[in-house]
């Protein structure tokens, strides 16, 4: 065998792509491969059911179909959940519809393109709230009393709530 010792594994790459080892983990099964008229046992690990047709289907190239399926999927859930800026680095590009702005390069979405539908606009406006006081019991119609609590001040109706605790 030709090469260094311990090299005669996975050759390098003469395509200029370099490629990073990342783990893929399949869930195994303990399968006996001994032959049933045979007085031992043989437990082997075996990838379950659906990688094995995966790798059957696809051969040589699996990895690259998974990859391709990866790509395609962040693809479409960027285009499902996420709104893109105009950064050039495309790792940050795309952020959360609750990110009002991109922190990079300052580019603020319309509500259509942060939110993806008019519908979703809707649920998420959010309401301003107002500035008058309330002085009437929405109920009874009655006046509001004040009360001084040690997280603030409180109002509450004394015709509509007659037993209302002092704690």
């Known amino acids: 065998m030709a090469g260094k010792k311990g090299r005669s ?3 390098a790459r003469t395509d200029g792509k370099t490629m990073r080892a990342v783990s893929l983990y399949i869930p195994m099964e303990e399968m006996d491969m001994a032959h049933m008229n045979k007085g ?3 437990y082997e690990w075996i990838p379950e059911s659906w990688f094995r047709k995966f790798k059957r289907y696809f051969g040589a190239r699996w990895q ?3 990859r391709r399926l990866m790509s395609d999927r962040v693809k479409e859930y960027q285009q499902d959940k996420l709104w893109k800026c105009r950064c050039v680095n495309e790792v940050v590009a795309w952020h959360k519809p609750n990110i009002d702005h991109c922190p990079q390069c300052s580019y603020r979405p319309t509500p259509y393109e942060r939110h993806k539908s008019y519908a979703q606009i ?4 959010q309401e ?5 006081s309330i002085d009437l019991c929405p109920v009874c119609k009655s006046p509001l009393e004040v009360e001084q609590t040690k997280w603030g001040k409180s109002k509450f109706c004394r015709s ?3 037993s209302r605790s002092t704690l």
């Open 9 to 11: 594994g996975r050759k």
């Open 40 to 42: 031992y046992a043989k």
């Open 64 to 66: 690259d179909e998974v």
């Open 122 to 125: 809707r649920m998420n406006e």
């Open 128 to 132: 301003m709230p107002t500035t008058i």
């Open 160 to 162: 509509c709530n007659p």
